[in-house]
Structure formats: structure tokens, C-alpha cells
């Protein structure tokens, strides 16, 4: 029986077994988040060739530039300090406080941690990866950037770093490693961005989704799958083994599961979009046998469509690169 002592024992040593392997797992990311912060900062750096933030001239009050005071600048906006040293009337412009929080959130959960022989990376550490690399360029782009549910925002050069850290001083607890991004109110105008393979049901999907996006906020779904997991590629008796307790299921043929389980998948992610499209988010699809660099540049274009062009501004090239 349940109330049992004999009961009792049974399920507090299985308690322990699942807290022994969410400790083993954590120690293990944080022990592999320097090498991907290496990596994400490397892919950063090649993406952001050509790509600067959005400062601008507008209401502020951080100093931005002087400029000549021209026929439609009023008196009270000239700067009489600065104009004192020429005989030219300067203009003080301050900064356009345009820069706005984003809140990132890796899924660590231990599904996250499959790789098929398709790939060479496992889930986990692409979505990690891409967090970091995204964080990189938003603080480069002149944005705040924060850890949903973790950390406050930061605005450092050495954000992603920050945010490495405290992801793997966290790793261990069981909020961190949820399968469902953290039920939270954000301020209104942030973003939001998500990397995880969102294969939880839509139900539960939809309810976090829609808490973030209750402020107004927006926000960027990036879906990141194994290739095996898109084409389902088993043939004959397959054993599956689930990563996030002790299930085990024996196909004696497998390759007859793969209409069902596909069509499943179209319908999972199709609702998946339309939860995010009602929402006025941007989805898009990352499998781990891809660049990280390609699903990098494809999240700035869309966080380049969510402010008419104001986020990111591709610099000229140098006239000798010009074709």
C-alpha cells in the first residue's frame, strides 16, 4: 500500500536516484559551458560583420554627439559651452534610450541532451550555444540581456560570460531544468527570446507562452531538433529510450511507425505556429546538423523585422569591398 513504511522507503530512494542524476547532469553542464562560450563568441564574431546597434539621436538623457545647430533647431537646444569654443552654434544631442531588455531561456532539460547519429552536437549544447551567441550580439547592438526566471539584466561586454556563469551555478536546480520555459510576468515592450526543441504538449506550451507574451511583449521561438528526430530514420527492432526517467520501448519494426509518428510531428508543430503567430511571435526550425551560424543570422533578421529596421542597421561596406 502507499502509506506503507516499506512504500515510503521506496519512493524516497528514487526521489534520490533522480536528484543523484539531475547533480551528475548539472555538473556536466556546467563543466562543458566554457567550451561553448568560446564557441558562441566565435560564431558571434563572425555574424556581426556589418552589423551595429540601434543609438540614435532622441529623447535621453545620456550625451550621444554635438552637432551644428542648423535652421530648425530652437535656441533653448543650443549647447553655449560648446559653441563658446567656435564660431560655430553647436546642438547637444542626447541618446535615443531605444535599448530595451531581452530575456533569454536555454531549455537544459535532459531530453535536450539527444544526439543521433546524424548529428554532432546534441540539442542542449545548440540551443546553449545559439542563447549565448545571440546574447553576444544584443549587447552589442547597444541591448539588455537577461536569463528568464535568473538573472537581472546586464548590459556588460562580458554578458554572455555573466550569464554562462549563472547558468552553470544553477544547473542543479529542478526550476532550471524544466522542459517549459518559466512561468513569469515581463515588463511590457521586452522580448523574449527560446530555444528549445518544444516538443512538450501544446496545451502546457501555450499557457507559458501566452504568460510571457501578456505584457505586450514579444518574442522569437526557435525550435531545435535533432535530424533524427524530423525523419524518424530507424529500420527493425529498435529499442527508445527515454532521457528524462526510465522508460524503455522495444519496435520489433520500427520503420513502420515513421507515417504516424511524422504526421504527429506536422501537427505538433503546425499548431506549435499557430500558437505563436496569434501571439505576433516569430518561429523558426534549427536542426543540429546545420550551421549555428545560419540559425543566427536568420534570429536577427527576424529581431531586424520587430522594430521596422531600428534594431539592426547594416553598415555600408568599404568602397575596395563594393562590387
Do not use: C
Amino acid at each position: 500500500m502507499a502509506g506503507t513504511p516499506a512504500a515510503k522507503t521506496e519512493t524516497t530512494a528514487a526521489l534520490r536516484r533522480v536528484l543523484s542524476g539531475l547533480e551528475q547532469d548539472a555538473h556536466g553542464l556546467a563543466d562543458r559551458l566554457p567550451d561553448l562560450l568560446l564557441e558562441a563568441e566565435r560564431i558571434a564574431a563572425n555574424v556581426s560583420h556589418g552589423i551595429h546597434g540601434r543609438r540614435r539621436a532622441g529623447p535621453g538623457e545620456t550625451f550621444w554627439q554635438f552637432r551644428p545647430h542648423g535652421p530648425n533647431d530652437g535656441a533653448q537646444t543650443i549647447d553655449w559651452r560648446r559653441s563658446a569654443s567656435s564660431d560655430q552654434l553647436f546642438v547637444r544631442e542626447r541618446e535615443w534610450e531605444a535599448a530595451h531588455t531581452v530575456w533569454l531561456w536555454p531549455d537544459v532539460s535532459p531530453s535536450m541532451n539527444f544526439k543521433s547519429h546524424l548529428a554532432t552536437t546534441t540539442k542542449r549544447n545548440r540551443a546553449l550555444v545559439l542563447m549565448l551567441a545571440t546574447a553576444e550580439l544584443l549587447v552589442r547592438g547597444g541591448e539588455r540581456v537577461a536569463l528568464l526566471g535568473l538573472t537581472q539584466p546586464v548590459t556588460s561586454r562580458r554578458a554572455a560570460t555573466k550569464l554562462a556563469e549563472a547558468l552553470a551555478q544553477a544547473a542543479h536546480r529542478a526550476e532550471v531544468v524544466e522542459s517549459l520555459p518559466p512561468k513569469v510576468r515581463l515588463s511590457r515592450f521586452s522580448g523574449a527570446v527560446l530555444f528549445s526543441d518544444f516538443l512538450d504538449p501544446i496545451p502546457a506550451l501555450r499557457d507559458r507562452l501566452e504568460s510571457l507574451a501578456s505584457g505586450g511583449v514579444t518574442g522569437h521561438v526557435v525550435q531545435v531538433l535533432d535530424p533524427a528526430e524530423e525523419t524518424l530514420p530507424y529500420a527493425g527492432r529498435t529499442e527508445f529510450v527515454g532521457l528524462e526517467g526510465q522508460d524503455r520501448w522495444i519496435a520489433e519494426r520500427a520503420e513502420t511507425l515513421r507515417p504516424a509518428y511524422l504526421e504527429k510531428l506536422r501537427t505538433h508543430r503546425a499548431e506549435l505556429i499557430d500558437v505563436t503567430q496569434r501571439l505576433g511571435w516569430s518561429f523558426q526550425l534549427h536542426h543540429t546538423d546545420r550551421p549555428p551560424s545560419e540559425a543566427l543570422l536568420a534570429l536577427i533578421v527576424r529581431l531586424q523585422g520587430n522594430d521596422d529596421g531600428a534594431r539592426w542597421q547594416p553598415q555600408a561596406a568599404p568602397a575596395g569591398e563594393r562590387a
